[in-house]
């Protein structure tokens, strides 16, 4: 159980278009989604996070107009980067928590790792 | 700031040793710790989580915990070459408004010979 899917799971681009970037939980609903970033060596770096049905709420420094979060329904989240450029290029992971597990539980899906060229 | 520091590593530990994983947390108002195990080139991988002072064990994995000093460890007992990984400490402040935000550690890369 508790299964979180990313399509896809790699993803080269050119710089200056946009690239969306799906979540999905398999097994079980999710009120909220959160959407990280991974550069090589470092840690995970929280960007955002998604309530279904209302706006994205993203960390400081993230830019709202430049990565788009869509959570249309309580098993899909989706973000989109636009206008993509080669400093975007890194690992986005994607987690969500379960409607049952309380505030405390999040699930990783695979990431996507993106390549703007 | 709301900071989780780890030891960056690496851990070496022979093959069948016990690995020791540390971790210690800055604010006070956290209730739940987690330990995630990250592969290189994939995403975390949920391995425990604990809420109350004490050990809880898991199989070969020990998370323990002492709110009163901080500190949140693993130890992995009987190590295998497949538990080289990275391990990442989070902590979730768990209380109004924070919506269950994980706040990670670097991760402690760990690296057992065979």
């Known amino acids: 159980g508790a299964v979180v899917s990313q399509h896809p799971s790699r993803v080269i681009c050119k710089s200056g278009t946009s690239v969306k970037i799906e979540c999905r939980s398999l097994d079980f609903q999710a009120t909220t989604m959160f959407w990280y970033r991974q550069f090589p060596k470092k840690s995970l770096m929280l960007m955002a996070t998604?309530?279904?049905?209302?706006?994205?709420?993203?960390e400081q420094g993230v830019e709202k107009d430049k990565f788009l979060i869509n959570h249309a329904s309580l098993t899909l989240s989706t973000l989109t980067v636009t206008s993509a450029h080669p400093e975007d290029s890194s690992f986005y992971i994607c987690?969500?928590?379960?409607?049952?597990?309380?505030?405390?539980?999040?699930?990783f899906g695979p990431g996507t790792r993106l390549t703007v060229l | 700031q709301k900071e989780v520091e780890q030891n960056s590593g690496p851990l070496s530990v022979p093959e069948g040793a016990i690995a020791s994983l540390n971790c210690t947390y800055s604010?006070?108002?956290?209730?739940?710790f987690f330990w995630y195990r990250q592969y290189s080139g994939k995403s975390p991988e949920l391995i425990m989580s604990i809420y109350s002072n004490g050990d809880k064990e898991d199989g070969r994995f020990t998370a323990q915990l002492n709110k009163a000093s901080q500190y949140v460890s693993l130890l992995i007992r009987d190590s295998q070459p497949s538990d080289s990984a990275t391990y990442l400490c989070?902590?979730?402040?768990?209380?109004?408004?924070?919506?269950?935000?994980?706040?990670f550690g670097k991760g402690t890369k760990l690296s057992v010979k065979p």
């Open positions: 987690s969500a928590r379960p409607l049952a597990g309380g505030p405390r539980t999040q699930y």
């Open positions: 989070a902590v979730n402040l768990d209380y109004g408004g924070s919506q269950g935000n994980l706040i």
């Open positions: 604010d006070r108002g956290s209730q739940s």
């Open positions: 998604s309530n279904e049905g209302s706006k994205a709420t993203y």
